[in-house]
Structure formats: structure tokens, C-alpha cells
Nanobody, 125 residues
């Protein structure tokens, strides 16, 4: 059974830092492209960062960031712990949102997408 469990959200002041984590189970992290999305109240869910494996969707693999977070956020993965992280620095009030983890898992015949339940990040003084 696949599970993605986010943790590490909370309240932080503007300019502060926070690290959220996504613990994966039921699949091997090295077989999956992992992404962080966020959704603010009244807004659509948006992609924040990708950590991609080399596959038919992204032959080169690598990491990508939304322009709004580039230089401030860093996505990383620990395959041994089956965990993906999002380090968020220089946080702004507009970073306030529920942050979701997504996995696109490569199987022997097809890909399957899974989502976590989300973790709230609030940036406020």
C-alpha cells in the first residue's frame, strides 16, 4: 500500500526558514519522480519543485523550481530513508499554503501518481 505522509509544516515569521518532509512507503523512492505542490486559499494548486528521475517524461531527470521560489527553496531526496524534503528559506507571506507531496512511480508497465494529505505552512508575523 502506497503512502505519502507530509510533516514539518507550521507557523514561521517572514524571512524565516522551514523544512517539510514527505515520507514515502510502498514503493522505492529511486523509482519515482517526486514533486512538491502548494495550494493557497482560493487559488489553484501549483507546482513548487520537482526532483525527477530520468524516464520517458524527463529523459534528463534533474530538479526544477517555480520562478517564485527559485533561489529560496531546495528540493532534495534521501533514497535510503525514502523521504523527500523541501527546504524553504527567506519565507514570505505569499508562501502561505498547504504543501502537498506527489509521487509519479515508474512501474514495469505503466506509471502511477500518488498524493499526500498535505501540511499547512503559514508565514506571518
Amino acid at each position: 500500500q502506497v503512502q505519502l505522509v507530509e510533516s514539518g509544516g507550521g507557523l514561521v515569521q517572514p524571512g524565516g526558514s522551514l523544512r517539510v518532509a514527505c515520507a514515502a512507503s510502498g514503493f522505492t523512492l529511486s523509482d519515482a519522480s517526486m514533486s512538491w505542490y502548494r495550494q493557497a486559499p482560493g487559488k489553484e494548486r501549483e507546482l513548487v519543485a520537482d526532483s525527477l528521475i530520468a524516464d520517458r517524461f524527463s529523459p534528463a531527470g534533474g530538479t526544477n523550481y517555480a520562478l517564485s521560489v527559485e533561489g529560496r527553496f531546495t528540493i532534495s531526496r534521501d533514497n535510503a530513508k525514502n523521504t523527500v524534503y523541501l527546504q524553504m528559506n527567506s519565507l514570505k507571506p505569499e508562501d502561505t499554503a498547504v504543501y502537498y507531496c506527489k509521487a509519479r512511480v515508474k512501474g514495469p508497465h505503466f506509471y502511477t501518481t500518488y498524493w499526500g494529505q498535505g501540511t499547512q505552512v503559514t508565514v506571518s508575523s
